[in-house]
C-alpha cells in the first residue's frame, strides 16, 4: 500500500501540473464536492494513474476553448461534425447535403430549396448523403481556415462551407460519375478542388452493358476551379480528365516539388466486372486478383492549360480531356503500388508519397525526385491496356516498411515521423521517415479506417493530437441495440510513446475522415454584419425588411409579407391569405446580439426556418389547406419563450 500510495502522488502532482488553472485539487475531505480528495475519487471509480492523467489533459473547464477544431464527416447522415479537441465535445453538425431541422436547412427556405434542387440527379431528389472527406481551404500548404468542402460519396456531389458561419453555399453535381471516393481534396492555394470517381460508369454513352465495360465504362477525375472571392466553384472554368475504367480510391496534391500534381489511387486493375449470380468471381474477390494496382499520377498545371485552350470534349455539359490526349501531353501516368491501396500521403515537405495497400503489410515511401527523374528519362517498364505509360516501380521507391495488417491510412506529425492506422490488427503504427522504422504502436477500438492529426495533412503539422476513426465500438459503450455507435479515439502523439486519452461514440452515421484545424484558425462572425444580411450571397438582401417597414402586399393570388423578429415579437402577428394563394415571407431578424437566434415554424406546413442575428431569409408556400396555422418562434426566443407566436389565417374559397 505505501508503493502505491506514493505512485499517486507522483500521478497527482503531474495532474495538478496539467491542470494548471483548471481548478483540480486534491485536498482532504470526503465525497465528490469541492473539497474532495481526488485520489480516494479515483480509488471509487477504479481509475488508474494513466486514467486520471489522461482526463486532465482533456478536460476543458467551462467556459475554457478548445485549441484545435475537428472536421469530420458525418456518414450517412450527409452532414459534416464540428468537434472540439481535445475535449472531444460536438460543437455542430453542419447541415450540407441533407435537410436538418435545427438550422432550417431544407425547410422551407427559398434559398435551401433552390440548394436542393441544384443537388437533384437523374431527376431525383436526394435526401440523403454519404459524406466521406472533408478539405480545409488553403494557402501555401497551410489550412487558412476560410472554406470547408466535403463529398458525398453516394451520389456523386461536392458542397461547399463558408466558415463565416458555416453553412452550405453550394452543392455541385458531377453528370458523368457514379459515384465519388476521391474527394474532396484542395491544391495547395485552393486553386482546384479535386474529385475523383470510385465505380466506373459509361463516360461516352448514356448506357452501356458491363460486357462492354473495357469499351465503354470510365474512369474520371474533376478539378472544380475554386473562386475564392466569390466563395464559389466557377464550373465555366472547371474540367475532367478521362482515365481508364479502374476504380479510384483516394487523391492527395503536391506540395512544395511536388507543386502541380495529383496523386490518385486506384483498384480494379483487373477490371472485373463481378457477376455471382452467373458463377463468376465476386467483385471482392475479383478486384483483388493482381499483386499491384497503379497510382495515378497527374500534371494538373498541364491539363488547366490544355482545358483552358478548348482541349476538352464534352460530355453531359462538362468539359472532358480525354484520355489519349491525356496521355500524349505528358498528364497522365501510373506507378504500381501494393494491391488494394486506400490512400496516398504527401509528406508536409512534399518530398515523398506514402501509400498502403490494405491487402500488404508494408507502408510503400515514394520519391518525388525520382519519380520526376523517370518521367524526364522515359524510365517506363511498358504501358496498361490504354496506352499510359507505367514508371518502373523499383527505380521511384524510398523504401518499404511493415507495420502491420491491413494499413490504411497515414497522417504527420512536427518531428518527421508518420502514422498508420492497421485496420486488421486494429492499431494504430507510429514510424519514422528518415530512417524507416517503427517507433510505437497503440491499441484501438476496433477496426480503426481514417486517422486525422492535428494540421496532419499540412506542410506544416503540429503533432500534439492524433484522432483514430474506428469502424466498431462492440463493448466501449452502454448497449443500444444492434446498430452501435463508431468511436473515435483521441491519442497523446506528443511523446515518445502514444497514449489514449478518450473515447467518442458518434451516432449520426458512418464518419470516415476528417481534418484538424487550430481554432485561432477560424474567424466566424458571432452575428451577420448587418440587418438584412443573406447567408446565400452573404450581401445584404434585396428583401431585407427594416424595423417600421413590416407590411402584407396582394397582387392577385401572389401575397408577399414582409416581416421582421426581435426579442420578443412577430410583425406582423396575423398574416391572412386565402385558400390557393402563393405566400412568400421575407422575414428579418433585427437582432444584434450575440446567440441572439430565432426560429420561425408554421404549423402543419413543414417550414421552419433559422434566423441568426440579422439574417434575413425567405420562404414561400401555396396556401393549399384552408385553417388557422399558428407560427411561433422554435428557439429559446426570449424570457417568456412562447410569446413570440402570430397566426397564419387561410380564409377557404368562397
Given at each position: 500500500?505505501?508503493?502505491n500510495r506514493v505512485g499517486?502522488?507522483?500521478?497527482l ?5 496539467l491542470?494548471?488553472?483548471a481548478g ?5 475531505g470526503?465525497?465528490?464536492g469541492p473539497?474532495?480528495d481526488v485520489?480516494a475519487?479515483?480509488?471509487e471509480r477504479?481509475?488508474s494513474?494513466a ?18 477544431v475537428m472536421?469530420?464527416s458525418?456518414?450517412h447522415?450527409?452532414?459534416v461534425l ?5 475535449s ?6 453542419i447541415?450540407?447535403?441533407t435537410?436538418?431541422p435545427?438550422?432550417?436547412f431544407?425547410y422551407?427556405?427559398?434559398?435551401h ?6 443537388a ?10 454519404d459524406t466521406h472527406h472533408?478539405a ?6 497551410d489550412y487558412?481556415?476560410q472554406?470547408?468542402f466535403?463529398n458525398?460519396k453516394?451520389n456523386?456531389?461536392?458542397a461547399?462551407?463558408d466558415?463565416r458561419?458555416?453553412e452550405t ?7 458523368n ?5 476521391g474527394g ?8 482546384y478542388v479535386?474529385?475523383?470517381?470510385q465505380y ?8 452501356a ?6 469499351e465503354d465504362?470510365r474512369?474520371?477525375v474533376?478539378l ?7 466563395g464559389r466553384v ?8 478521362e482515365l481508364?475504367p ?5 487523391a492527395d496534391?503536391g ?8 496523386f ?6 483487373e ?6 449470380e452467373?458463377g ?8 483483388s ?8 499520377v497527374?500534371?494538373?498545371?498541364k491539363?488547366a492549360?490544355?482545358?483552358a485552350?478548348?482541349r476538352?470534349?464534352e460530355?453531359?455539359g462538362?468539359?472532358?480531356i ?13 506507378i504500381?503500388e ?11 515537405d512534399g518530398r515523398f508519397l506514402?501509400?498502403s495497400?490494405?491487402l ?6 515514394y520519391?518525388?525526385e525520382k519519380?520526376q527523374q523517370a518521367?524526364?528519362?522515359?524510365q517506363?517498364s511498358?504501358e496498361?491496356?490504354?496506352g499510359?505509360p507505367?514508371i518502373d516501380?523499383a ?5 518499404q516498411l511493415n507495420v502491420?495488417l491491413g ?9 518527421g ?9 486494429t ?5 519514422s521517415l ?5 517507433l510505437?504502436q497503440i491499441?484501438v477500438h476496433?477496426n480503426?479506417g ?8 499540412t ?15 462492440i ?9 452501435l455507435p ?5 491519442i ?12 467518442m461514440p458518434?451516432?449520426i452515421?458512418?464518419?470516415h475522415y476528417?481534418q484538424?484545424v487550430?481554432?485561432d ?6 452575428y451577420y454584419?448587418?440587418?438584412?444580411y ?7 438582401s434585396a ?5 417600421g417597414?413590416?407590411r402584407v402586399?396582394r397582387?392577385g ?7 421582421t423578429s ?5 410583425t406582423p402577428e396575423?398574416?391572412?391569405v ?10 428579418t ?6 446567440d441572439?437566434?430565432h426560429?420561425f415554424?408554421i ?6 426556418l433559422s ?12 396556401a393549399d389547406?384552408p385553417g388557422?396555422?399558428?407560427?411561433y418562434c422554435?428557439?429559446?426566443c426570449?424570457?417568456?419563450h412562447l410569446?413570440?407566436?402570430g ?6 374559397r368562397?
Amino acid at each position: 500500500m505505501r508503493s502505491n500510495r506514493v505512485g499517486w502522488g507522483v500521478v497527482l502532482t503531474a495532474a495538478l501540473a496539467l491542470a494548471g488553472a483548471a481548478g483540480l485539487h486534491s485536498c482532504a475531505g470526503a465525497g465528490g464536492g469541492p473539497g474532495a480528495d481526488v485520489s480516494a475519487i479515483a480509488s471509487e471509480r477504479g481509475l488508474s494513474e494513466a486514467d486520471i492523467v489522461a482526463a486532465v489533459k482533456t478536460y476543458q473547464p467551462t467556459g475554457r476553448f478548445d485549441e484545435y477544431v475537428m472536421f469530420a464527416s458525418g456518414g450517412h447522415s450527409g452532414q459534416v461534425l464540428v468537434i472540439g479537441v481535445p475535449s472531444m465535445r460536438l460543437l455542430k453538425v453542419i447541415a450540407a447535403f441533407t435537410p436538418e431541422p435545427w438550422q432550417g436547412f431544407a425547410y422551407g427556405s427559398q434559398e435551401h430549396q433552390e440548394l436542393m434542387e441544384s443537388a437533384m440527379m437523374a431527376g431525383h431528389e436526394i435526401k440523403w448523403g454519404d459524406t466521406h472527406h472533408p478539405a480545409l481551404s488553403e494557402t501555401d500548404g497551410d489550412y487558412d481556415g476560410q472554406f470547408l468542402f466535403i463529398n458525398d460519396k453516394a451520389n456523386p456531389r461536392i458542397a461547399v462551407i463558408d466558415l463565416r458561419d458555416f453553412e452550405t453555399k453550394q452543392i455541385l453535381t458531377n453528370p458523368n460519375m457514379g459515384t465519388n471516393h476521391g474527394g474532396t481534396f484542395v491544391t495547395p492555394n485552393t486553386e482546384y478542388v479535386i474529385e475523383g470517381a470510385q465505380y466506373s460508369v459509361p463516360l461516352w454513352t448514356d448506357y452501356a452493358d458491363v460486357d462492354r465495360y473495357q469499351e465503354d465504362y470510365r474512369g474520371l477525375v474533376t478539378l472544380w476551379k475554386f473562386d475564392r472571392a466569390r466563395g464559389r466553384v466557377d464550373e465555366n472554368q472547371s474540367f475532367s480528365i478521362e482515365l481508364p475504367p479502374y476504380w479510384h480510391d483516394l487523391a492527395d496534391a503536391g506540395k512544395g516539388p511536388s507543386f502541380g500534381w495529383v496523386f490518385l489511387n486506384s483498384f480494379n486493375t483487373e477490371m472485373a466486372t463481378g457477376g455471382i449470380e452467373d458463377g463468376n468471381p465476386a467483385f471482392e474477390s475479383g478486384v483483388s486478383a493482381n499483386d499491384m494496382d497503379y497510382m495515378h499520377v497527374i500534371n494538373w498545371q498541364k491539363a488547366a492549360e490544355l482545358a483552358a485552350a478548348g482541349r476538352t470534349r464534352e460530355a453531359r455539359g462538362n468539359q472532358v480531356i480525354e484520355l489519349q490526349t491525356a496521355i500524349d501531353e505528358g498528364v497522365l501516368f501510373f506507378i504500381p503500388e501494393p494491391k488494394s491501396p486506400h490512400g496516398v500521403d504527401v509528406t508536409p515537405d512534399g518530398r515523398f508519397l506514402v501509400v498502403s495497400g490494405k491487402l500488404d503489410p508494408n507502408v510503400t515511401v515514394y520519391s518525388w525526385e525520382k519519380i520526376q527523374q523517370a518521367i524526364a528519362d522515359g524510365q517506363f517498364s511498358g504501358e496498361d491496356a490504354y496506352g499510359v505509360p507505367i514508371i518502373d516501380f523499383a527505380s521511384v521507391i524510398d523504401g518499404q516498411l511493415n507495420v502491420g495488417l491491413g494499413p490504411l491510412h497515414t497522417q504527420y506529425d512536427d518531428k518527421g515521423n508518420a502514422y498508420t492506422s492497421i485496420f486488421l490488427d486494429t492499431k494504430v503504427t507510429k514510424w519514422s521517415l528518415d530512417p524507416l522504422q517503427v517507433l510505437d504502436q497503440i491499441d484501438v477500438h476496433y477496426n480503426v479506417g481514417h486517422l486525422a492529426a492535428a494540421e496532419g495533412d499540412t506542410r506544416t503539422p503540429d503533432g500534439k493530437y492524433l484522432v483514430a476513426m474506428n469502424k466498431w465500438s462492440i463493448d466501449r459503450f452502454n448497449p443500444v441495440g444492434p446498430l452501435l455507435p463508431q468511436n473515435f479515439q483521441l491519442i497523446d502523439i506528443s511523446g515518445d510513446k502514444m497514449q489514449l486519452l478518450y473515447d467518442m461514440p458518434i451516432g449520426i452515421g458512418e464518419p470516415h475522415y476528417a481534418q484538424i484545424v487550430k481554432a485561432d484558425k477560424l474567424q466566424p462572425f458571432e452575428y451577420y454584419p448587418e440587418i438584412g444580411y443573406s447567408p446565400a450571397t452573404m450581401s445584404a438582401s434585396a428583401d431585407a425588411v427594416q424595423g417600421g417597414e413590416e407590411r402584407v402586399e396582394r397582387t392577385g393570388n401572389q401575397v408577399d409579407v414582409y416581416m421582421t423578429s426581435i426579442r420578443s415579437h412577430f410583425t406582423p402577428e396575423y398574416i391572412r391569405v386565402r385558400e390557393g394563394d402563393r405566400v412568400t415571407i421575407h422575414i428579418t431578424s433585427l437582432e444584434q446580439a450575440h446567440d441572439a437566434t430565432h426560429g420561425f415554424g408554421i404549423a402543419k406546413y413543414n417550414i421552419n426556418l433559422s434566423l441568426e442575428a440579422g439574417e434575413s431569409q425567405t420562404v414561400s408556400f401555396v396556401a393549399d389547406e384552408p385553417g388557422v396555422f399558428p407560427y411561433y418562434c422554435t428557439e429559446f426566443c426570449s424570457a417568456l419563450h412562447l410569446e413570440m407566436t402570430g397566426y397564419l389565417l387561410v380564409e377557404p374559397r368562397g
